[in-house]
């Protein structure tokens, strides 16, 4: 095979549930390497797509080619050298293997159906963690009311929802505002919540011991402070593992009122996958996903 052959190759981080679209697709390919499994067809284009999975990822591909690709010999042998997949082994009877597969990547998803998400209100040179839980939506300040108001927020509290609003057409909001909260409310709801927004009404100069005042559970925290100046939200995640040491990242986001709802969803829902694959607590999540596909390897060695 000639190099000019090979045009391109495409490898990026996908979610499970894309994969299962590649699953229930016709005339696909299903090979084992390792402990990959790995999805592959030949589009119109004469391109193979595919994806690959894995215990701590799920990667999607392409690979164009200039000749006509008329077997699985061919494709077998393009992903090996271009993928860099070793000991590829065709499954020629797949019709179990994809219902296997397709039952793996929505049960051990690293996606979520339902973001749960507490918001926190600290005024100007407040540090105590009681007298910020004593914040009430009746006191604030008219720029946080705005900002409750942009994330679609509701100015009561309803312990009866199961949900508040639906971001991307498929994922389930709850909110937790402490200014909504009574104090038993603030440890059952916010207590539990991995993600935690903290809006300032003036900017912070130490972020970062401002979040180790939180609890254990809440590892996420995206700090938002109003710039008056130019009316834009400035904005930071800061990370902290489970020796209570947080990290500051030190990319900060500028959004504008109209933007800040998609910006701060999609911050969280990225920064709790994250968090499932690469932090202190990831195992709890791949090592299931790990045994899980070697005992549908084990069935098809």
Wanted: proline fraction near 1%; hydrophobic fraction near 35%; include cysteine.
């Amino acid at each position: 095979m000639n190099e000019e052959m090979y045009k391109s190759n495409n490898l990026c981080i996908t979610t499970d549930e894309n994969c299962v679209k590649y699953l229930l697709s016709d005339n696909n390919y299903i090979y084992i390497s390792n402990l990959k499994f790995i999805v592959a067809f030949v589009d119109m284009y004469n391109r193979i797509r595919g994806c690959i999975i894995e215990n701590t990822n799920t990667y999607e591909f392409v690979i164009e080619y200039d000749k006509k690709i008329s077997d699985i010999k061919i494709i077998k042998k393009l992903m090996k050298k271009y993928m860099n997949l070793d000991k590829l082994k065709y499954i020629k009877d797949n019709s179990e293997l994809k219902i296997e597969l397709t039952q793996f990547c929505k049960k051990y998803s690293f996606n979520t159906d339902t973001l749960y998400i507490s918001t926190i209100y600290i005024k100007q040179n407040q540090i105590d963690i009681d007298t910020i839980f004593n914040n009430k939506y009746e006191n604030a300040s008219d720029n946080y009311k705005d900002f409750l108001k942009n994330l679609n927020i509701a100015d009561r509290f309803d312990e009866d929802n199961m949900y508040d609003d639906i971001y991307n057409d498929s994922i389930k909001i709850r909110w937790y505002p402490s200014t909504h909260l009574n104090l038993e409310q603030i440890r059952k709801y916010i207590g539990n919540t991995q993600c935690v927004i903290i809006y300032y009404d003036n900017e912070c100069l130490s972020k970062e011991i401002m979040c180790e005042i939180f609890g254990k559970v809440n590892q996420i925290f995206i700090c938002v402070s109003h710039d008056l100046f130019n009316n834009n939200y400035k904005i930071n995640i800061i990370h902290k593992n489970n020796v209570n040491v947080v990290s500051l990242s030190n990319f900060e986001y500028i959004c504008g009122h109209n933007d800040i709802y998609n910006v701060i969803l999609k911050l969280a829902n990225d920064a709790l996958i994250n968090l499932k694959k690469y932090s202190d607590i990831s195992e709890m999540y791949t090592y299931p996903r790990k045994v899980a596909l070697e005992k549908i390897k084990l069935n098809y060695s």
